[in-house]
Structure formats: C-alpha cells, structure tokens
C-alpha cells in the first residue's frame, strides 16, 4: 500500500468498540441506581417511639360507623416527624388497639366523603379548640371523596397489631415544609350500621400528650370546635428527598457518559 497508514486491524477495532459500549452501559448503570435510590418510598410511625410498641388506649374517631360524623385534629412536634423539609407523604395508615379481638370491618365499608388535610400547625402545647386556629400556614387538602376500607383490612391478636393491608392514599401527595404538623381528618360516618373500631392510641395521660403531640375531636363532619382527646398513633408513607450525595453522584455519571460520547 503506498503512503500512509493502512485501516486499523479488525481485532483492534473490535476491542475498542467493546470497551466502549461496556463504560457506556456502566455509567447507565452508575445513573440509573442513583436514580432508584432515591426514589425508594420510605414509612415513618407518628410517634416514632410506638413503631413497636403499642399504645395505651383506643380511639374510634377515625372508623365511626353511620350517624356518627366526626373531625379530629392530630398537632405533632417537628421532632417526632422524622422527616426533612422536602419529603413527600404519599398516605397514611392506621392499626387497631391492643384490645380488639376480631379484625375490622367485618364487610366492605364506605365513607361517603372522607377528608384529609396537612399543613404547618401551631406547637401542640398552645392547641385551641377551634380547629382553624391551629394551623400556622394555609392547609392543603390531600384526600376528598368516597374511602372504602375491605373486609379485615385491620387484623388482631398481635402486640402491637398489624398496620392496615391497604393504606389510606392522598389523591394530593403532601411536600413536607419542616416545622410541626398538623393532620385534620373529617367523614360523615360509614355505611355501617353500628360497626366501627378502636385504633391504637395514646390517651391524654401517655407521656408526651399535651406537650409534643396533641389532638382534637368534634361531633359532627367539619364541626368548628371540639374538645381535647386521644392521639391516634399513625403511619405515613413518604416518598424521600434525594440526598446531596446521591444528586452529586447522578450528575457525575450523567456528566462521564456526555462526556465519553464526545469523544
């Protein structure tokens, strides 16, 4: 062949192509794994110290049967949450008291118009009686409408018992802002007759009550006022903020591969 350099051998080639397309499968990889860390959902229990431990009462509000509408007001201290600003909650969940015997409901039941709302509230200590007056910021409603709970989605005869098969999903998932929280819950009551339940609460004479959690329950579906009462112990399920670190390492891989196809 005259002048210059002939093609590079086949063999060659081949190799280079190999190790090219192995780094670009890496870095997908590298990028890919950041991405699903952190989007993986996490679930905190509301007090943190009653993950597995029950607690020392019942409260019916939240499963009142037909005829009896309630609103109820849960105020938690920041330090309880567990959360960082930023932090989307997705749901929340409920378990039966330590004193029920059979699971609940016994069939299907349906609550007509089952309301949720989350937003900055005021410390649980300086609760009031009027509902509105305990938020600190505008509220944002997370659930409207009809919520139907199946057959022995609550179960007994564990200590603590188990939380519900299916949770109580928001239509409007909730950015967490920082601060203390506060839960307001309202329903006209379910479709049962006279069925409903205990959840697992602490009463307001449990440690803490009063001071870095609080509640409120009224007679009636959006009442204005009510009187202190017990505090359901609850889960939420959130959907984390990612971490620097996991950010930093999804933009470095994102960054390795741009800058590999350059070339």
């Known amino acids: 062949m005259r002048g210059g350099r002939g093609a590079p051998p086949l063999q060659t080639f081949s190799s280079?192509?190999?190790?090219?397309?192995?780094?670009?499968?890496?870095?997908?990889?590298?990028a890919a794994a950041a991405v699903s860390s952190a989007a993986i959902a996490g679930s905190i229990v509301v007090p943190p110290a009653y993950a597995g431990t029950a607690g020392n009462g019942g409260l019916n509000t939240v499963f009142r049967n037909a005829?009896?509408?309630?609103?109820?007001?849960?105020l938690t201290d920041s330090t309880l949450l567990g959360l960082a600003p930023g932090d989307v909650i997705t749901g929340m969940?409920?378990?039966?008291?330590?004193?029920?015997?059979?699971?609940?409901?016994?069939?299907?039941?349906?609550?007509?118009?089952?309301?949720?709302?989350?937003?900055?509230?005021?410390?649980?200590?300086?609760?009031?009686?009027?509902?509105?007056?305990?938020?600190?910021?505008?509220?944002?409603?997370?659930?409207?409408?009809?919520?139907?709970?199946?057959?022995g989605n609550y179960t007994s005869g564990a200590n603590p018992n188990a939380w519900g098969t299916a949770k109580i999903d928001f239509h409007t998932p909730y950015t967490y802002t920082g601060g203390?929280?506060?839960?307001?819950?309202?329903?006209?009551g379910s479709d049962l007759a006279t069925e409903n339940a205990f959840a697992d609460a602490l009463t307001t004479?449990?440690?803490?009550?009063?001071?870095?959690?609080?509640?409120?329950s009224g007679t009636g579906f959006a009442v204005a006022t009510g009187g202190r009462t017990s505090f359901t112990i609850h889960q939420f399920?959130?959907?984390?903020v990612p971490e620097p670190a996991t950010l930093l390492a999804l933009g470095a891989g994102l960054a390795a591969l741009a800058a590999r196809r350059r070339k």
């Open 205 to 216: 004479t449990a440690s803490g009550h009063g001071t870095t959690y609080n509640a409120l």
């Open 237 to 240: 399920n959130f959907d984390p």
């Open 93 to 151: 969940n409920f378990r039966l008291w330590n004193g029920a015997t059979v699971s609940f409901p016994s069939v299907s039941a349906t609550w007509a118009d089952y309301e949720i709302w989350l937003g900055p509230s005021v410390d649980p200590t300086g609760m009031s009686t009027t509902f509105a007056s305990n938020w600190a910021g505008t509220p944002t409603q997370v659930r409207d409408g009809a919520l139907t709970i199946g057959a």
């Open 67 to 74: 005829g009896a509408p309630r609103t109820y007001m849960m």
């Open 180 to 188: 203390d929280l506060g839960v307001y819950i309202t329903h006209p």
């Open 16 to 30: 280079n192509w190999t190790k090219e397309m192995l780094m670009h499968k890496t870095l997908v990889t590298l």
